[in-house]
């Protein structure tokens, strides 16, 4: 049973565009959300995350939005470029117990030039 | 930076040989986690290790093994290997102790192990 629902499988976006990936989740003991960017043959590196009594997280162009009554939360890629093309991954942590993550379904995002 | 560091990058093993996994996490870090990831899969939670104690447990098959060594290195032993063990194994490094600050307990991934079982 997949804990974290990630949303779309795909993307394709063109340069300059807005990319927006969607994840929802219904443990309410999680209480961190990470995003993580992950290219072929890599490790998944983090992104940008956000604690649910914060509504929303920005850091250059990515922002979180987080919208705890309705357990979702989406990232947002304000002009996206070609190096943004990767696979994208939400997760969560429940709070106390041993900090591991849950991760969503993944997104392959792919930015056209 | 130091980073996770993962050994092998690559190993091809036939069906129901052994194979070993080698993870160092970032110094100073005594958290390990391991995650496995199937082909177009989402990374799965197997085992993790805070001060070389197992601290949880995950999908991790019974014919996997893992361990924390003195110098927080961690180590996972895969016996009677399978096809579907084929996969991209992640290890990630956190520290346990609380430190204030963003991003200091965040979880840090090493490059991954890709094992294929033929």
């Known amino acids: 049973q997949q804990q974290v629902k990630q949303s779309p499988q795909s993307l394709i976006v063109q340069k300059g565009g807005i990319s927006i990936i969607n994840c929802a989740y219904e443990n309410t003991a999680f209480d961190y959300f990470p995003w993580y960017q992950q290219f072929p043959g890599k490790g998944p590196a983090l992104l940008i995350a956000i604690r649910p009594d914060v509504s929303e997280k920005k850091e250059g162009r990515f922002t979180i939005s987080f919208n705890k009554s309705a357990k979702q939360f989406s990232l947002h890629i304000m002009d996206s470029q070609p190096g943004d093309s990767a696979t994208y991954f939400c997760?969560?942590?429940?709070?106390?117990?041993?900090?591991?993550?849950?991760f969503g379904t993944g997104t392959l995002l792919a930015v056209q030039p | 930076a130091a980073g996770v560091i993962q050994s092998p990058r690559h190993l091809i093993k036939e069906k129901r040989e052994t194979a070993t996994l080698k993870c160092y996490p970032i110094p100073r870090h005594d958290t390990v986690y391991w995650y496995q990831q199937g082909p177009g899969q989402d990374p799965q939670f197997l085992i993790s290790f805070y001060e070389k104690m197992q601290s949880d447990k995950g999908s991790i098959p019974d014919r996997f093994s893992a361990q924390q060594f003195s110098d927080y290195h961690s180590e996972l032993n895969m016996s009677s290997l399978e096809l579907g063990d084929s996969a991209l194994y992640f290890c990630?490094?956190?520290?346990?102790?609380?430190?204030?600050?963003?991003?200091?307990?965040?979880?840090?991934f090493g490059a991954g192990s890709r094992l294929t079982v033929l």
């Open positions: 990630a490094s956190r520290t346990g102790r609380f430190v204030r600050g963003s991003g200091a307990n965040v979880l840090t």
């Open positions: 997760a969560a942590r429940a709070k106390g117990a041993t900090n591991k993550l849950i």
